[in-house]
């Protein structure tokens, strides 16, 4: 089952956050306050992060975060999978694929197109975009931080 956090479920999502950025999933650790921001503003409102939990057998099995931006190359609304963590021992029972699912038909007539940036070295998660259609872009990306 897939679900959108609640106030009730932050401090579990805060403490899988956390769980992510200490796996080789992510090039760098993040600072704790930016999950409680991210947390803030998916419950805020929907308009540019939301938050679901990944459920398996009435237990909490990891969550995806995604965010909204617009392109004009892609002609309309751009989701971003910013996240999806699966813990360890709920891995290869289905529910990345039927996460990737329920964001399609969630937003199905919405959007234009879904993005996501993988690390080269997490080659199950590659794997896993591949089948479900997902192409490489050949584009740098680059950022300049303003805090």
């Known amino acids: 089952m897939i ?7 932050r401090e579990l999502y805060i403490r ?4 992510f950025y ?9 600072p704790h ?7 803030d503003e ?6 540019y992060a939301e938050i679901y939990l990944l459920e398996y057998e009435g237990r909490t099995a990891g969550y995806g975060l995604t965010a909204r931006t617009f392109s004009q190359e ?3 609304q751009v989701l971003w999978i910013e996240e999806l963590y699966i813990r360890e021992e709920y891995r290869s029972r289905g529910l990345g694929r039927e996460f990737f699912s329920f964001i399609e038909e969630k937003n199905s007539g919405k959007i234009a197109r879904l993005r996501l940036e993988v690390e080269e070295e997490n080659t199950r998660a590659i794997s896993l975009y591949k089948r479900l259609g997902y192409e490489v ?3 740098k990306q680059m950022v300049k931080e303003l805090k």
């Open 137 to 139: 872009l050949d584009y």
């Open 3 to 9: 679900r959108k956090m609640t106030e009730n479920d």
């Open 22 to 30: 200490s796996s080789d999933a992510v090039l760098h650790p993040v």
């Open 42 to 47: 998916a419950l805020r409102s929907d308009a």
């Open 33 to 39: 306050e930016y999950f409680e921001r991210t947390a």
């Open 16 to 19: 899988m956050a956390e769980e």
């Open 74 to 76: 892609a002609g309309g």
